[in-house]
């Protein structure tokens, strides 16, 4: 790999998977949409998978070796006002991409970021040969967009690599997720409000997940292929949260408010993958546990608060 073309570089695994790659010593290209964002990002245009003008020429100018489709709309509102611009943004977008790639001899891998969300309500642990089962605009358009990625390889030799995470976390990661978002109110010392964390979630430390992205850029198998990425290793939200509040301090704890929010509108209460067929396919498995991975992210996020008290 001497070339790679990033979608969504802008984002949490954007950053750490350019980061990775160039000191492998690839050369990166990425895509943002924000054009605020590009003059701080080491290698990014500005520019729209929906655009498909501008993803045809950029691939021309590129040429790249891999190409690592990760940016998505992320809404995960039921409303069906959404859906119009999920299906735009995830499933038109995809398929831009996809045939700006197609038939051109220098791409070979094109890996994308799928979701297991897309297994919704599904019995855990999740295994990639269930049925999807979306539960938002978000995971019926991910959903699609594998379907047809799939279809693309096997109708026009799309060399794909379809990976489904579960919750990433770790460094640098925004406080929309519940993660950061309760380890930089806890720092704080302010109040985090969030559902009585009856839910089990399924944490992948990042760079665990960033080495399960290479493997699938360079690995010589079978294509073609939706892979689960994951700890396999569940967790109750509740516990997660105190396990953060006592690594954070002995006082942290009496800053969480359980049950001051309401569960979601189709909440998936079992979030829990099964990586056999990464470990069977790729060679991977985790290597970070979750409580090394939270004490390496709490760190990141004490630092920078000192840093951002002492400005």
């Known amino acids: 790999m001497k070339v790679a073309l990033l979608t969504g570089i802008s984002g949490f695994l954007g950053h750490h998977l350019a980061t990775t790659l160039r000191e492998r010593g690839v050369k990166v290209v990425g895509i943002a949409r924000n054009a605020g964002l590009t003059g701080s990002i080491e290698g990014a245009v500005c520019g729209d998978i929906t ?4 993803i ?3 691939v ?3 040429r790249p070796d891999a190409v690592f489709h990760l940016a998505a709309n992320k809404s995960r509102t039921g409303g069906i006002e ?3 611009q999920s299906i735009e943004d995830n499933l038109i977008g995809t398929l831009n991409l996809a045939e700006a790639c197609i ?3 220098y791409v070979q891998r094109f890996v994308a970021m799928g979701a297991c969300e897309e297994y919704g309500h599904s019995a855990v642990p999740f295994l990639e040969d269930m049925r999807e089962s979306p539960v938002s605009a978000y995971s019926f358009s991910k959903t699609a967009a594998t379907h047809l990625l799939q279809t693309l390889h096997r109708a026009h030799n799309l060399p794909v690599m379809i990976l489904r995470p579960s919750l990433a976390y770790g460094p640098g990661q925004a406080a929309d997720m519940f993660l950061p978002a309760l380890i930089q109110a806890l720092l704080r010392g302010r109040p985090f409000a969030m559902s009585g964390g009856q839910q089990t979630r399924d944490y992948i430390y990042i760079d665990d997940l960033i080495n399960a992205v290479v493997l699938a850029a360079t690995f010589p198998g079978d294509l073609g292929k939706v892979i689960n990425i994951s700890s396999g290793a569940p967790v109750l939200l509740k516990e997660l949260a105190l396990l953060v509040a006592q690594k954070i301090g002995p006082n942290a704890r009496k800053a969480i408010e359980f049950g001051k929010k309401s569960y ?3 909440e998936i209460m079992e979030y829990v993958a099964s990586y056999r067929e990464a470990e069977s396919i ?3 498995k985790p ?3 979750l409580d090394d991975g939270l004490s390496v992210t709490i760190e990141h996020y004490r630092r920078c608060l000192i840093e951002a008290r002492s400005n």
């Open 56 to 58: 045809n020429a950029l």
């Open 60 to 62: 021309d100018q590129v």
């Open 282 to 284: 790729l060679g991977w």
């Open 103 to 105: 038939d051109k001899p």
């Open 264 to 266: 979601r509108p189709s």
């Open 51 to 54: 655009d498909k003008v501008f």
């Open 82 to 84: 959404h859906f119009r």
């Open 287 to 289: 290597q970070t546990s």
